[in-house]
């Protein structure tokens, strides 16, 4: 389906952005406010991974069980089952911005079947857009925090 590539800017410290993307809590939906508690569920997690199913109410429910793996600097999911994506993986990079604050690249890849050939056309045109507002979301939470 082609990447949709994109980076943010906060004021949020990377430490910070890291400790957001990293938490596989109960408190994930508060942080990510785009997931629905309906899909929401930790499966096993590790010290550096955590599988899990996250989802979302649009469209009458989408949803994902991913395996995410990061370091102290990048967080990486990969579809492992979905609803509408046969395949695919996102990334988030933090990088310290000189002053404060961080610059936060992103990158999503998927693969649809089944009803998500529907939105792979919305996402081709959209995407970069539509995943860059939904990562400001959590961004203004920790900034607001």
């Avoid at 990293?22 to 997931?35: N, Y």
């Avoid at 911005?97 to 529907?118: I, K």
């Amino acid at each position: 389906m082609g990447a949709v590539v994109f980076t943010v800017e906060t004021r949020a410290e990377p430490e910070r952005v890291m400790a957001a993307a990293t938490d596989f809590s109960d408190r994930r939906p508060e942080l990510w406010p785009t997931i629905s508690r309906r899909y929401w569920q930790v499966h096993a997690s590790g010290e550096r991974w955590a599988e899990c199913t996250e989802g979302s109410d649009v469209l009458g429910g989408v949803w994902v069980r991913a395996r995410y793996e990061w370091t102290p600097t990048r967080l990486t999911g990969t579809v492992l089952s979905s609803n509408v994506f046969a395949s695919g993986t996102w990334a988030l990079e933090v990088e310290p911005r000189p002053g404060g604050g961080a610059l936060v690249h992103a990158s999503n890849e998927f693969r649809t079947h089944g009803r998500g050939v529907v939105i792979a056309p919305v996402i081709r045109l959209a995407g970069r857009r539509f995943f860059s507002a939904r990562l400001m979301k959590t961004i203004r939470i920790l900034e607001a925090a």
